[in-house]
């Protein structure tokens, strides 16, 4: 049997990637390893938790000790690490928490895993998830490739671009057999209400203002997430090593037209009348230094690996929206405690 370690499998995307790889494939063993934070949530496995071919392990990437002992007892083959500090907004009122756990944290990671593959390499794999924020903001035109330049802008994009840049260094100093992707915004079920969708969402199912920041315009391109974890899939199994792979939804709303489409579909979905829920949107402060536009150029995956996104927004939104009114007991237990405090501490005027 093969064994796969995946960090921050409790978060967004590692739940969804998770359970993909649980029932995907009965032959691999799938170690989850997860301090838990605010972020992280084993609800989000339930329909899992109890499956012959999985398990949780409580550890922090931080922590050397726990690191090497969750190694040591599984023996993992293949890491794929997406365990992170994932806010922007939380990376400029606490970027410390930042360098920690994405560029620390990931050293560590790494430095556990050489220790324990040592010169035996073969069949090994260490893939490293990270956003396409590295790049930077782009302009009205262009896309970025894998060859774009990193300039990350946020305390949360540059400590991803320096883990990126130690991902890379273990690979040529070490021979560490690693993979890396770049992804643009993720949505759908489990995302964690701070990031721009569910907090929207959220806040239309109970009548507050919804938040816009600036002039509306800044630009996201949004992957449908459990198109994510079928791109980790096929980079994860058919990837180069030492290659780095963006992946894209080609999907770029500006940030009041998507909050506009999410009010339609809401109103919709809860029966107001059409146009109630647009009357929340409220325009605050911006976010210091905001990137303007994200936008990816994923022909690389497509063309070596084959991968396309298969949801689009339309259907891809109207699911979101359904999943958090149809999950409002998962809504309230996080939105609850320490979340509430944070919310209000960035939305104070
Ligand atoms: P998330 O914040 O929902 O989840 C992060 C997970 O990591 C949580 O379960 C948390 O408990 C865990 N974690 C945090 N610190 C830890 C530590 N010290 N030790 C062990 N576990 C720890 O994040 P997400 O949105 O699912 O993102 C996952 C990864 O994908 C991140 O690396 C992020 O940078 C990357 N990414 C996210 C997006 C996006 O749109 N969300 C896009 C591209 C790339
Ligand atoms: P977010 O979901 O935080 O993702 P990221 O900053 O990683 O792209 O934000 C997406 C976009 O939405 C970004 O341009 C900031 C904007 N935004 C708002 O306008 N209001 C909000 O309350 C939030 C959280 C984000």
Redesign the pocket.
């Given at each position: 049997m093969t064994t796969i370690l995946i960090t921050g499998g409790a978060g967004f995307i590692g739940s969804h990637l998770v359970r993909l790889f649980v029932n995907k494939y009965p032959n691999y063993k799938i170690v989850n390893l997860d301090l838990l934070t605010y972020a992280g949530n084993l609800e989000n496995l339930r329909d899992v938790e109890n499956a012959p071919n999985y398990v949780f392990e409580k550890a922090d990437i931080n922590d050397p000790t726990q690191l090497a002992q969750v190694l040591e007892k599984h023996r993992p083959e293949g890491i794929i690490h997406l365990a992170a500090e994932?806010?922007?907004?939380r990376s400029i009122s606490n970027p410390v928490a930042f360098v920690e756990t994405n560029v620390l944290g990931t050293v560590k990671l790494l430095n556990a895993v050489k220790n324990l593959w040592g010169a035996d390499l073969e069949g090994k794999r260490f893939y490293h998830v990270s956003?396409d924020?590295v790049y930077g903001s782009l302009g009205d035109e262009g896309f970025f490739t894998e060859t774009t330049a990193y300039d990350p802008r946020?305390p949360?994009s540059a400590s991803k671009a320096a883990s990126d840049h130690f991902v890379r260094a273990y690979y040529h100093t070490f021979h560490l057999p690693v993979v890396l992707s770049n992804c643009s915004?993720n949505y759908g079920p489990n995302q964690f209400p701070?990031?721009?969708?569910p907090?929207?969402i959220n806040n239309i199912r109970t009548e507050k203002p919804l938040?816009?920041?600036?002039d509306?315009q800044?630009v996201?391109d949004w992957l449908w997430v459990k198109d994510h974890a079928l791109a980790i899939d096929a980079i994860f199994h058919g990837g180069r090593t030492g290659e780095t792979y963006n992946i894209g939804g080609n999907n770029e709303w500006t940030?009041l037209a998507l909050?506009q489409q999410l009010c339609d579909i809401m109103d919709e979905l809860l029966g107001r009348t059409p146009g109630d829920s647009r009357k929340l949107i409220s325009f605050?402060k911006d976010?210091p230094g905001?990137?303007r536009r994200?936008a990816i150029d994923a022909y690389k995956l497509h063309h070596e690996l084959g991968w396309s996104p298969t949801v689009q927004f339309a259907e891809g939104f109207r699911e979101t929206a359904k999943w958090y009114l149809e999950h409002e007991d998962w809504l309230e237990h996080v939105v609850s405690g320490e979340y509430r405090k944070y919310y209000e501490g960035?939305?104070q005027d």
């Amino acid at each position: 049997m093969t064994t796969i370690l995946i960090t921050g499998g409790a978060g967004f995307i590692g739940s969804h990637l998770v359970r993909l790889f649980v029932n995907k494939y009965p032959n691999y063993k799938i170690v989850n390893l997860d301090l838990l934070t605010y972020a992280g949530n084993l609800e989000n496995l339930r329909d899992v938790e109890n499956a012959p071919n999985y398990v949780f392990e409580k550890a922090d990437i931080n922590d050397p000790t726990q690191l090497a002992q969750v190694l040591e007892k599984h023996r993992p083959e293949g890491i794929i690490h997406l365990a992170a500090e994932s806010h922007v907004d939380r990376s400029i009122s606490n970027p410390v928490a930042f360098v920690e756990t994405n560029v620390l944290g990931t050293v560590k990671l790494l430095n556990a895993v050489k220790n324990l593959w040592g010169a035996d390499l073969e069949g090994k794999r260490f893939y490293h998830v990270s956003t396409d924020e590295v790049y930077g903001s782009l302009g009205d035109e262009g896309f970025f490739t894998e060859t774009t330049a990193y300039d990350p802008r946020s305390p949360y994009s540059a400590s991803k671009a320096a883990s990126d840049h130690f991902v890379r260094a273990y690979y040529h100093t070490f021979h560490l057999p690693v993979v890396l992707s770049n992804c643009s915004n993720n949505y759908g079920p489990n995302q964690f209400p701070e990031k721009l969708i569910p907090l929207m969402i959220n806040n239309i199912r109970t009548e507050k203002p919804l938040p816009v920041y600036g002039d509306g315009q800044n630009v996201r391109d949004w992957l449908w997430v459990k198109d994510h974890a079928l791109a980790i899939d096929a980079i994860f199994h058919g990837g180069r090593t030492g290659e780095t792979y963006n992946i894209g939804g080609n999907n770029e709303w500006t940030n009041l037209a998507l909050v506009q489409q999410l009010c339609d579909i809401m109103d919709e979905l809860l029966g107001r009348t059409p146009g109630d829920s647009r009357k929340l949107i409220s325009f605050v402060k911006d976010r210091p230094g905001h990137d303007r536009r994200y936008a990816i150029d994923a022909y690389k995956l497509h063309h070596e690996l084959g991968w396309s996104p298969t949801v689009q927004f339309a259907e891809g939104f109207r699911e979101t929206a359904k999943w958090y009114l149809e999950h409002e007991d998962w809504l309230e237990h996080v939105v609850s405690g320490e979340y509430r405090k944070y919310y209000e501490g960035q939305y104070q005027d």
